[in-house]
Nanobody, 121 residues
Framework: QVQLVESGGGSVQAGGSLRLSCAASGYTYSGNCMGWFRQALGKEREGVALTDSDGSTKYADSVKGRFTISLDNSKNTLYLQMNSLKPEDSATYYC???????????????WGQGTQVTVSS
């Protein structure tokens, strides 16, 4: 059974930093699709950062240069380092994973429970 457990959310002032973690059990990130998504109140869920099975990474334009997705294989934990945070980054953040390549026409299969990030101005 695949389980993704997020941690690291919280409240921070604009310009601050947070690092989100997503520990996996029953699943190995390496060589598979993994990513971070977010959903703000009243808005649709959006992709933030995605790493495909070949290691290639994509970021949403709104976070490029500020957020970094990374993987610690020894801990089987996915991270999202968020710097220079803005109030518009406030949302519930979810990690997600999929075996193999990232699907093009459907969502990823496995999701964490979400962690809240609040950025105050």
């Amino acid at each position: 059974q695949v389980q993704l457990v997020e941690s690291g959310g919280g409240s921070v002032q604009a310009g601050g930093s947070l690092r989100l973690s997503c520990a996996a059990s029953g699943y190995t990130y390496s060589g598979n699709c993994m990513g971070w998504f977010r959903q703000a109140l009243g808005k649709e869920r959006e992709g933030v950062a995605l790493t495909d099975s070949d290691g290639s990474t994509k970021y949403a334009d709104s976070v490029k240069g500020r957020f970094t997705i990374s993987l610690d294989n020894s801990k089987n934990t996915l991270y999202l380092q968020m710097n220079s945070l803005k109030p518009e980054d406030s949302a519930t953040y979810y990690c997600a994973a999929e075996y193999g390549w990232c699907p093009l026409r459907r969502g990823l299969s496995y999701w964490g429970q979400g962690t809240q990030v609040t950025v105050s101005s």
